[in-house]
């Protein structure tokens, strides 16, 4: 009787207590409503004209872009092949940065999962070793970096290259999330000054390149212990030269320094990143603390929240604007092929214009590829063609590519040509100049992307039977 009477008593304390628990952690948790209404969580999207868009985007490619790549080989001198997957991938938003300096607790903050199974081990010492792509799926599970890699829809199947022991490394983390559907988030692991690359068992700098190479918006994140900058992270931000525009750099746990001191800070991250940071606008810096729990006293949470908002605001207009960057990005990718078919053709060219009977091909062509500037190769692709001069690649490249790929093996552009296929250059060109701006604008303007008069009656012209002699 008195067993059962002290469970009686200790049944309803035990709930008071866990009830008071609940209260005090709500009491020290920040409200999380601003995060959903500055990124729309609410809205629903027009699923249908997204994916329409970017079946037509796909076409593109593959009709117009791609036979010219495989023609003339662009993959093996940028090493950077377009799939499926990355055409039809969300944004990627890459978190680069020191150890310990808060990227895994901001993506938690991010995606609320405080005290949730899946949420990313944080702590003060070097916690994430491994590359954490956080994507979306129906429910939630891991996925290893083997079977992300082996499967051909995503986007990842690129990363095989990289080795097995970096696959390892590499962990996937699919959950039903709102924020997930619209955008892939990339945890990394910490630079660490004091270790060299080679202990890290795979190419760290080149995986690194990798995900910069594909990312929408890279979040650059410090913290006020952690300023110096050593040799490795001077490389990460040499590999970051040229993507200025989707740099973030972010001052974290701002609101663990009094205000005086926080200036100090802010003036010492901006001396260090000065040498390494090459652009005539200083990179803004957002100055907050990234993270579930509420601000501390006596600090600057009124800046902290606005700056937070500020930074959120530049999230979303990543995600609204995602399907106009793709089409941006497979364009100005378009227009480094074509460059690319036009500088090989303009190789083959001359080479063929120099040789006689007696010439032998290997000195004829190696002085052609060793001074470039004196058989006007370069110079004349300017002259002919619309190409800037801005856009046209590094001549030691192609003493590289014509060294693995003979010129022998290529043809002229004018002998790519077809009866029933037409031009390569044709097509990559009306692609650049008419198709891809036209489902740029068909989107802005609301049309239906999938109407394309062009693919149909060429353009509005009637349609010509090709058997019939006029």
Known sequence: MKVLVSLCIFVPLLALATAEEEAVLESILRDRSHIEETLRLAADEKAGDYAAA???????????????????????????????GEITSKPMVLFLGPWSVGKSSMINYLL????????????AEPTTSEFTVIMHGEKIRTVEGIVMAADSSRSFSPLEKFGQNFLEKLVGIEMPHKLLERVTFVDTPGIIENRKQQERGYPFN???????DR?????????????DVGLELEMLF?????????????????????????????????????????????????????????????????????EEISLLEDLNQVIENRLENKIAFIRQHGIRVRIHALLVDRYVQTFK??????????????EIVDDPDKFFIFKSILAKTNVSKFDLPNRDAYRDFFGINPVSSFKQLSAQCSYMGGCLLE????????????????????????????????????PKNRYRRN
Not at 428 to 443: M, V
């Open 54 to 84: 970017l079946q037509r985007l796909r076409k593109i490619y593959h009709n117009s872009i791609r036979p010219m790549e495989q023609a003339y080989k662009y993959n093996e001198l940028r090493q950077h092949e377009i799939s499926d």
């Open 112 to 123: 609320g999962l405080l005290d949730t199974p899946y949420q990313l081990y944080t702590g």
């Open 206 to 212: 080149d995986v690194c390149q990798w995900f910069i």
């Open 215 to 227: 990312a929408d918006l890279i979040f650059v994140v410090f913290d006020p212990t952690k300023l």
């Open 238 to 306: 040499r590999q970051l030269k040229g993507r200025e525009s989707q740099i973030r750099i972010i001052l974290n746990k701002a609101d663990s320094l009094a205000t005086q001191d926080l200036m100090r800070v802010y003036g010492a991250l901006f001396w260090s990143l000065a040498p390494l940071i090459n652009v005539t606008e200083p990179p803004r810096v957002y100055v907050s603390s990234f993270w579930p729990y509420d601000y501390a006293p006596d600090t600057s949470r009124e800046l902290f929240k606005r």
């Open 353 to 366: 214009e120099k040789m006689s009977f007696f010439s032998d091909p290997e000195l004829v062509f190696k």
């Open 427 to 462: 097509k990559i060109e009306r692609a650049i100049t008419h198709e891809l701006p036209s489902l740029l604008g068909s989107i802005n303007s609301g049309k239906n992307p999938t109407l394309s008069s062009c693919e149909v009656t060429g353009c509005g012209e009637k």
